[in-house]
């Protein structure tokens, strides 16, 4: 098995850049997916392949890939971007779904 | 409008048995793989099983192998999860999820979730 790993918190003022990163070996292969998660709700998809978004999500959220690592970028954060952010990606067969630690952001 | 809705949660003894669904509507079910997700107590995300729009393909992560059982019934646009000798580790949240349309094992609408609480 792998992981993907991520930074355990963020911290950034109203208005600023967040970046949250996602490391693993496998991520030159396969793509990464990036979920937001508030506290006492479902998940909700903000990136999939690695820098697509889906429409519902602000254009302020975009993904981006090198190498080993991809990133969650949130320009202009806003206070209601502060949540649980989570990485996802799969082992190099396509079958088992790995998700990583999670960060927390916190907006100051 | 989509919506994923779970029911089947409870409090279970250690050792013992319980059968989640997923209820779903606004989208044509049969076309679409799914999967269960959960997530402990102030945990992180853990994906369950995956099940494929047809149910033919089914796969499990390694830590319910052999303990989980998911299907589906296309006919009556439902998801289930069978988990047999369930340990205090299996308590969490049990979220359905719906596949993205090009590649399943990314997941673009999940239910509310239904809380497990294996104790004694």
């Known amino acids: 098995s792998y992981e993907l790993t991520q930074p355990p918190s963020v911290s950034v003022s109203p208005g600023q850049t967040a970046r949250i990163t996602c490391s693993a070996d496998t991520l030159p292969e396969q793509y990464a997916y990036w979920y937001q998660q508030k506290p006492g709700q479902a998940p909700v998809l903000v990136i999939y392949?690695?820098?697509e978004r889906p429409s519902r999500i602000p254009e302020r959220f975009s993904g981006s890939s090198s190498g080993t690592t991809v990133t969650l970028t949130i320009r202009g954060v806003q206070a209601e971007d502060e949540a649980d952010y989570y990485c996802?990606?799969?082992?190099?067969?396509?079958?088992?779904?790995?998700f990583g630690g999670g960060t927390k952001l916190a907006v100051l | 409008e989509v919506q994923l809705v779970e029911s089947g949660g409870g409090l279970v003894q250690p050792g013992g048995s319980l059968r989640l669904s997923c209820a779903v509507s606004g989208f044509p079910f049969s076309s679409y793989e799914m999967s269960w997700v959960r997530q402990a107590p102030g945990k992180g995300l853990r994906w369950v099983a995956h099940?494929?729009?047809?149910?033919?393909?089914?796969d499990y992560a390694d830590s319910v192998k052999g303990r989980a059982t998911i299907s589906r019934d296309n006919a009556k646009n439902s998801l289930y999860l069978q988990m047999t000798s369930l340990r205090a580790e299996d308590t969490a949240v049990y979220y359905c999820?719906?596949?993205?349309?090009?590649?399943?094992?990314?997941?673009?609408?999940w239910g509310q979730g239904t809380l497990v609480t294996v104790s004694s």
């Open positions: 099940i494929s729009d047809s149910g033919r393909s089914i």
């Open positions: 996802q990606s799969t082992d190099r067969s396509g079958t088992s779904v790995i």
């Open positions: 392949k690695d820098t």
């Open positions: 999820a719906r596949g993205h349309i090009l590649t399943g094992r990314v997941f673009d609408y």
